[in-house]
C-alpha cells in the first residue's frame, strides 16, 4: 500500500519561500513511470496542479505559477520536495502530494492527507 505524507511550516510570511516535503512509503519514487505531484486547494476554489516530477527525475510546472516553483527530489530518503518563492497571502491553501500511475497522464490514485500552509505575516 502506498503512503504519501506532507511535511511543512503550517505558517509562512509574505516574501518567503514556502518547502514542503513529501514523503513516500510503500514504492519508490523512482519506479518507471510513476509521476510525483503536488496539487493545492485553496480556501473556497477547486484543486489546483502545481507541478510533478516524473520517475526519471524530469520536472513540469502550472505555467500560472512556474516562475515561483521549483520540485525536487531525494531518492536516499524517497521524498519529493516543493518548494514556492515569493509567497503572497493567495499562496495559501492545504497542500496536497499525489501520484499518478502510468501511462503519463492517468488520473492521480493515491494522495497524502493535505498540509494546511497560511500565509500572514
Known amino acids: 500500500q502506498v503512503q504519501l505524507q506532507e511535511s511543512g511550516p503550517g505558517l509562512v510570511k509574505p516574501s518567503q519561500t514556502l518547502s514542503l516535503t513529501c514523503a513516500v512509503s510503500g514504492g519508490s519514487i523512482t519506479a518507471f513511470g510513476y509521476v510525483w505531484n503536488w496539487i493545492r486547494q485553496s480556501p473556497g476554489k477547486g484543486l489546483e496542479w502545481i507541478g510533478h516530477i516524473t520517475y526519471s527525475g524530469n520536472t513540469y510546472y502550472n505555467p500560472t505559477l512556474k516562475s515561483r516553483i521549483s520540485i525536487s527530489r531525494d531518492t536516499s530518503k524517497n521524498q519529493f520536495i516543493l518548494q514556492v518563492t515569493s509567497v503572497t497571502p493567495e499562496d495559501t491553501a492545504v497542500y496536497y502530494c499525489?501520484?499518478?500511475?502510468?501511462?503519463?497522464?492517468?488520473?492521480?490514485?493515491?494522495w497524502g492527507q493535505g498540509t494546511q500552509v497560511t500565509v500572514s505575516s
Open positions: 499525489a501520484r499518478a500511475p502510468p501511462p503519463y497522464g492517468s488520473t492521480w490514485d493515491y
